[in-house]
Nanobody, 122 residues
């Protein structure tokens, strides 16, 4: 059974960095789009970033552009989200997701992880 597991979340101060990981198992995700979403309390799940499978084309939400970097290591079946210059408004549960066709910014992805909490204090 295909599964995504996030790790790397935590409590940091504004301006700090974190790197989230998304380990995939149960199938090979090298051809899948991998995306990151986040959800703050009382808010809808929002798109953060995505990367295509083989070509590595990336796309970012305006709110994180220039601060976050998405990447992947297909040999390890793992995706990453490097988050720099973190702000209190980045506080949320971060989810990784995968889908078979094309980058989209809505949560219509086929596979989801359980989420990892990121808290940024001011």
């Amino acid at each position: 059974q295909a599964q995504l597991v996030e790790s790397g979340g935590g409590l940091v101060q504004a301006g700090d960095s974190l790197r989230l990981s998304c380990a995939a198992s149960g199938r090979t995700f090298s051809s899948y789009v991998m995306g990151w979403f986040r959800q703050a309390p009382g808010k809808e799940r929002e798109f953060v970033a995505a990367i295509t499978g083989r070509s590595g084309i990336t796309y970012y939400a305006d709110s994180v552009k220039g601060r976050f970097t998405i990447s992947r290591d297909n040999a390890k079946n793992t995706g990453y989200l490097q988050m720099n210059s973190l702000k209190p408004e980045d506080t949320a549960v971060y989810y990784c997701a995968a889908r078979g066709l094309g980058i989209i910014t809505t949560p219509n992805y086929d596979y989801w992880g359980q989420g990892t909490q990121v808290t940024v204090s001011s």
